[in-house]
């Protein structure tokens, strides 16, 4: 690379159940200095939503694609792709996001010579699979994005906190970024002046008869409009009228300001984007093999800023709805989500990693004192969580 080019940072991520990597990325990447510049590589068939953002992206099919071939020839061919696009790109860095890393592939990554940071997300389950976190060594660091319900989690990266930098939950739009309630009814097609819910369960046998149930029980009420995404629609079956629906828009929580209830799955980035900006919700934990939801879930119904059910088929889901939708209640729920405060993760994590991609010299020294993780850790101000402490570069001060 030439220089007076800009440095490269090399988002990859994995092929995950919807778009949780890929979103903490390139709400990494959209809070990098300008002399930073974003490139992705992702193995999930959600790229067409990274381009759509403006970043450039380049897709590989997961190995569990048709045509992706057995194990050695998908191994063997995407390592030399890897290998190939690091050697072009020269990235100053390199953050994979994703919970099991491809052991066989970091090494055409490390082919850079630049830091290589795992995005390790927290609040696994206490019976997960532990196997991947025994690969944290192959990486220069490991990034830890917050998480809301901290306080809750009993998994298995708990006793590995030290070895990671932690920041602050992390969601891909900033408040002001949002669309005003009158402007994101008129996009959305709502009728103004009416308790709207969104309803954004995603897709799959799982949570098809929670979909069907929360369309059912909320179109039924003459005192409240439904509207349901694309994804959830798909997997509901018959869609009851007067249900309006939502074609497929990322991100959704750009209309969030439209909406007084919504019911959600508690995976992170759901999860993190209605604590961090509203509306008070319920959250309905699926079944993961990694990912804590119940835990999640759980919190926010404790905290009391939202309602919980430990799965799609818990006999409580309706009774939850109908107390989201008692106004004294909402309000209360409400006040409890404006008083939760945490740092911005995703705007840590991308100075932090800047600093790493400094020229080699520089981020060397930086190593000295900075790396491999934090240490001092504080309380994050309503949430009970934990936050970063002054060890590492980008921690607040």
């Not at 860095?93 to 010579?113: I, K, M, N, Q």
């Not at 708990?158 to 739009?173: F, I, Y």
Request: hydrophobic share 40%; charged share 25%; proline share 7%.
């Amino acid at each position: 690379m030439s220089g007076g080019a800009r440095r490269r940072i090399l988002f990859v991520t994995s092929n995950g159940t919807g778009l949780g990597h890929l979103t903490r990325s390139m709400a990494i990447a959209r809070r990098l200095d300008p002399d930073l510049e974003p490139l992705f590589v992702t193995f999930s068939a959600a790229a067409p939503v990274v381009a759509g953002l403006g970043f450039p992206v380049e897709y590989l099919a997961s190995y569990d694609r048709p045509g992706a071939g057995d194990d050695l020839s998908w191994t063997l061919r995407n390592r030399a792709r890897l290998r190939r696009m690091v050697d072009e790109i020269e990235p100053a860095a390199v953050l994979f996001d994703g919970t099991h890393p491809y052991e066989r592939l970091l090494a055409s990554l490390r082919f850079a010579d630049a830091p290589l940071v795992w995005s390790r997300r927290a609040m696994w389950r206490r019976d997960a699979d532990t196997s991947a976190l025994w690969r944290s060594h192959l990486f220069d660091a490991v990034l830890e994005p917050g998480d809301f319900a901290e306080s809750a989690d009993r998994g298995p990266t708990v006793s590995r906190r030290r070895e990671a930098h932690r920041v602050g939950p992390m969601v891909l739009l900033d408040r002001s970024e949002l669309l005003s309630r009158e402007q994101a009814e008129s996009e959305l097609g709502l009728e103004p002046g009416r308790t709207n819910v969104l309803v954004s369960l995603g897709q799959g046998a799982s949570i098809r008869e929670a979909s069907r149930r929360c369309l059912e029980h909320l179109a039924g009420r003459g005192d409240v409009q439904v509207a349901a995404v694309s994804s959830t629609l798909a997997g509901a079956g018959e869609v009851p009228p007067g249900v309006v629906a939502l074609a497929a828009t990322y991100p959704i929580s750009r209309y969030l300001d439209a909406f007084d209830v919504a019911v959600s799955a508690a995976g992170y980035n759901g999860f993190s984007e209605l604590v961090r900006l509203g509306p008070p919700a319920l959250f309905v934990a699926m079944d993961r093999r990694t990912d804590d939801q119940a835990a999640r879930a759980s919190w926010v119904e404790q905290a009391g800023a939202g309602r919980a059910v430990e799965s799609p088929s818990d006999p409580e889901l309706e009774r939850k709805l109908d107390e989201l939708l008692d106004p004294e209640l909402r309000a209360a729920m409400r006040s409890r989500l404006d008083g939760i405060e945490a740092p911005d993760g995703a705007a840590e994590a991308a100075d932090w990693l800047g600093r790493l991609a400094r020229p080699q010299g520089e981020a060397a020294r930086l190593a000295e004192t900075d790396l491999p993780g934090d240490s001092g850790l504080g309380s994050v101000p309503g949430t009970g969580a934990q936050a970063p402490g002054p060890g590492l570069p980008g921690a607040p001060r």
